[in-house]
């Protein structure tokens, strides 16, 4: 049986470890993709402070029974036809893949009188069943996209490949944080999630300050609940 409480403690010991060797604050994203209410918040109340969610609709139907301690991000692919469910509701979104994607959240949030933090989705590795800029098209992206109302780009997002050794991934989305950060946005560009259960330990090495953690809180998904 998955013990829950003992995997969040044991993971933010080690994040509280690497913070202090480091220097830096990690933050700690509990990925909640076909996680009940009752699992997150046992998460939640072993200290896990910020729910990632990965469904548009899994945040609209969960948002009221997760306890209201826990911040709320959005982490997966989200569709222009599913940011009514997102937008307003999370208080970061991590993938803004698209400058059609931006357009229509700012549209959404000018509408409603907010404004959106989303970070800036790249496809590191080139894999085509990623979502995300290119390394090579990025920073045209960038220029457009922080010329967009009512959305604040906050950071980087990438999702690494599924390989043995991600350092290399992980060094090169790094200088493209540090390079938007310091030629495009500014002091605004301060997140850089980057690192999932089987990688995140590397990832924090090269820079990560945002780790979005699923399999290694809650154990293996049960895929028949997809």
């Known amino acids: 049986m998955v013990n829950i409480a003992q995997n969040v403690k044991d993971i933010k010991r080690y994040i509280s470890e690497r ?20 699992e997150i918040n046992a998460a939640v109340a072993a200290g896990l402070s910020v729910v990632g969610e990965n469904r548009p609709q899994e945040l ?3 948002l009221s029974l997760i306890s209201p ?23 970061l979104i991590h993938s803004c893949d698209s400058l059609d994607l931006a357009t229509a959240v700012s ?8 404004t959106q933090d989303m970070l800036i989705e790249v496809n590191i590795s080139g894999e085509a069943d990623k979502h995300g800029f290119s390394a090579s098209e990025i920073f045209a992206a960038a220029e457009k996209l922080k010329t967009i109302d009512n959305v604040r780009f906050t950071g980087l997002m990438t999702v690494l490949p599924h390989i043995g050794d991600v350092s290399a991934y992980c060094d090169e989305t790094r200088k493209l ?37 699923g399999r290694g809180i809650f154990g293996e998904r049960d895929y028949g609940k997809d």
């Open 60 to 62: 609209r139907d969960k």
């Open 69 to 91: 301690s826990a911040e709320i991000h959005f982490i997966g692919h989200l569709q222009k036809n599913k940011i009514k469910y997102v937008v307003g509701k999370a208080s």
């Open 177 to 213: 944080y540090e390079k938007l950060r310091s030629e495009v946005f500014g002091g605004q560009f301060r997140f850089l999630s980057m690192g999932m259960s089987e990688d995140y330990k590397t990832a924090i090495d090269f820079g990560s300050n945002m780790v979005r953690i």
């Open 19 to 38: 913070e202090k060797a480091l220097g830096r604050e990690i933050i700690l994203v509990g990925a909640t993709k076909t996680r009940t209410a009752a």
């Open 107 to 114: 549209a959404y949030a000018k509408e409603r009188g907010t």
